[in-house]
């Protein structure tokens, strides 16, 4: 069974019909037996990442993304998914999942005109392959809508990049995880391409590991 994870962290719906629309069904569940024995885990979200670790927690979900992550089933995160799967948050000064290691960081910037949060259509930049990225192309632009991006301890974790006033990681992963700061299930074609090759993802990596 493909799983939704649900911790009242809001587009769930959103994303299951995305997940439709390339042929693929996924339940939205928040009960963690099913989210620890899964065949495939899509970890969405928006909200805070205090409020979502609470929520995480008291639910025992942590306890099953864990689960799931060590026994290498193929999960996808999205937007507040990947900020809660590193290490710590500067959001609320929140320690999170650790499944990649890393932070999170607030956006700051020098000119006062330039927004946060950082919201709308940007390009998307692979700079490390990956199967669930082979069809993004250079000029290839996602929806994005965050106030903090995540910073991951190690260059081999980033796989993608984007510029807001300065670079940051836009797609990350480790091992069997991989995550997007954007989302896919609001970017149109390019995004339901993603969608559908993560489907397609064993969770290994083109060496095998």
């Known amino acids: 069974m493909n799983v939704i994870v649900d911790y009242d962290a809001g587009n769930l719906r959103s994303v299951q019909r995305a997940c439709a629309e390339v042929g693929f069904d996924a339940c939205i569940t928040s009960d963690g037996s099913a989210v620890a024995h899964a065949a495939r885990i899509i970890f969405p979200g928006v909200g805070a990442a205090g409020s979502a670790m609470r929520t995480l927690r008291e639910r025992k979900l942590d306890v099953a993304l864990k689960h799931a992550f060590a026994n290498g089933t193929p999960m996808l995160g999205i937007c507040l998914g990947l900020q809660i799967s590193l290490d710590h948050s500067e959001e609320n000064d929140q320690v999170t999942l650790g499944l990649i290691p890393g932070e999170v960081k607030r956006f700051r910037f020098d000119d006062p ?31 994005f809508v965050h106030a903090y ?36 299930e609001k970017s149109g074609r390019v995004g339901l391409e993603l969608l559908s090759r993560f489907f397609s993802w064993d969770g290994k990596l083109q060496d095998g590991q």
């Open 149 to 184: 991006h995540p910073a991951p301890a190690n260059v081999g974790d980033i796989y993608a990049l984007t510029d807001y006033e300065g670079e940051f990681c836009s797609a990350a992963g480790h091992g069997n995880y991989f995550a997007t700061q954007f989302h896919p």
């Open 113 to 143: 005109m330039r927004k946060i949060p950082h919201m709308g259509w940007n390009e998307v930049k692979v700079v490390q392959s990956h199967p669930v990225l082979e069809g993004v192309e250079a000029g290839d632009e996602f929806y």
